[in-house]
């Protein structure tokens, strides 16, 4: 079997180049041309057995001619601008990525579907998410279901690539489907979301490296996972009989504040909260260092307030199930900051 990975580069690429690898896959990874060889997240041993290949997202002919040369069995389409927050700055170029995109890759599956009976069919896994659901609470847990309501020009330009999927799926049979993937995280996550900033300012602060951590909305809940667990259930949304979407979540949420108490006590630190709003503080108890403090440069024009998913559509038709806890998310992400830091 080939896959091909865009996003190799990024969180869910490195977990999930390392597990079609362990299945024998033959694993090509697009990347966009840096002039330097770059993947922090791929262990030397893995990126050995990659074939990278170079093109950008947004450059269709490249995209065509990558597909035909590959010719790959399956197609991850993990490459986005990401980040919410920096989409309400960047929203044309996060609409292209994440809408426009994927409209490339249907198009060009189109086309190679159609050419001969001969030809294996592709399928197509597009990395949609639990932003589409916009978090009103009330509306939880959002499963399948759902409707959406997207609060963001990212979470805006995934519902277009959505439903992009939805009609390649219906009209022309394409096996393509979304995994509207609830957040997930990692040791390997991206230092500017939320967890990861957290884990790592907390294990500078406590090796006296930082002062304080600033941060946004700190009543906002999410449904965390940890990503290793959530390529697996990619890969089984691409191995279902029939094409489908899935919501892939653990059916738990935290706040903010709950992630920053749960990684400070990992740390020896009891963090309290004083104040409200903007003036609101969190302060070790036993020490009384001001370790948190607000900074509305972290607000967003629009939040999501409250996600969790119902995962019971891929308990019962995958077999999916997120294996690893809160707790032992958050464990596994401080201790391998207080490592890195050193
Ligand atoms: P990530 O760490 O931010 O990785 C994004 C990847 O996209 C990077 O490899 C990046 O390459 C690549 N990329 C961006 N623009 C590109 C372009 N123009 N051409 C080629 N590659 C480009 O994201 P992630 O956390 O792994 O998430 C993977 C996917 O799942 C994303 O689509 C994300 O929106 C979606 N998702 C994530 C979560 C989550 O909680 N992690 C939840 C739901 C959905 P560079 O290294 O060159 O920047
Ligand atoms: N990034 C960030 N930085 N977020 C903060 C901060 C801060 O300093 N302070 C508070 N927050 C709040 C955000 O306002 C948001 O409500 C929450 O923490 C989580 O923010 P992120 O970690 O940036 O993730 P996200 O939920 O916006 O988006 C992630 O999950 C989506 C799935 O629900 C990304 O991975 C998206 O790509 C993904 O689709």
């Known amino acids: 079997m080939k896959a091909l990975i865009t996003g190799i580069s990024g969180q869910d690429g490195s977990y999930l180049c390392e597990l079609l690898l362990s299945k024998g896959y033959e694993v090509y990874g ?17 990126l050995e057995r990659l074939h990278i290949v170079e ?25 986005a601008q990401s980040h919410v927050g920096y989409s309400f700055k960047a929203p044309i170029s996060t609409f292209e990525m994440s809408g426009k995109a994927v409209l490339f ?12 009976a001969d030809v294996p069919k592709i399928k197509f896994y597009q990395a ?21 309501n997207p609060h963001s020009p990212y979470a805006i330009a995934k519902l277009s690539g959505f439903h992009f999927v939805k009609l390649y799926r219906e009209a022309y049979k394409i096996f393509a489907c979304n995994g509207i993937l609830f957040n997930h995280e990692s040791p390997r996550r991206g230092a500017d979301f939320v967890t990861r900033k957290v884990t790592l300012a907390l294990a500078n602060i406590k090796a ?6 600033e941060l946004g909305n700190m009543d906002a809940k999410r449904d965390w996972g940890f990503a290793g667990d959530y390529v697996e259930g990619m890969w089984r949304i691409l191995q279902n009989d029939t094409p489908d979407d899935f919501v892939l979540a653990t059916g738990e949420t935290h706040t903010v504040r709950e992630f920053v108490e749960e990684a400070g006590k990992l740390l020896g630190y009891d963090v309290v909260w004083e104040g409200k709003a903007e003036k609101e503080i969190g302060k070790d108890k ?20 409250l996600l969790l998913g119902d995962p019971a559509k891929a308990k019962k038709v995958l077999g ?21 830091i050193k």
């Open 30 to 46: 697009l990347d966009r041309r840096k002039g330097i060889e770059s993947f922090p997240r791929i262990d030397k041993k893995v």
């Open 55 to 79: 093109g950008d997202l947004l450059d269709f002919e490249r995209l065509r001619q990558i597909v035909k040369e590959v010719m790959p069995d399956e197609i991850y389409n993990l490459a």
């Open 105 to 116: 890759f249907l198009e060009i599956i189109r086309e190679v579907n159609s050419a001969s």
């Open 128 to 148: 949609s998410t639990s932003e589409l659901f916009g978090g009103d609470p009330g509306t939880e847990p959002q499963s399948e279901t759902t409707p959406f």
């Open 208 to 213: 006296g490296r930082q002062e304080f951590l």
């Open 286 to 305: 036993k020490t009384g260092k001001i370790i948190v403090k607000i900074n509305p440069e972290f607000y967003r024009p629009g939040e999501v307030n």
């Open 320 to 340: 999916w199930t997120a294996k690893t806890s809160f707790k032992e998310l958050v464990k596994m992400m401080v201790e391998a900051d207080v490592e890195s």
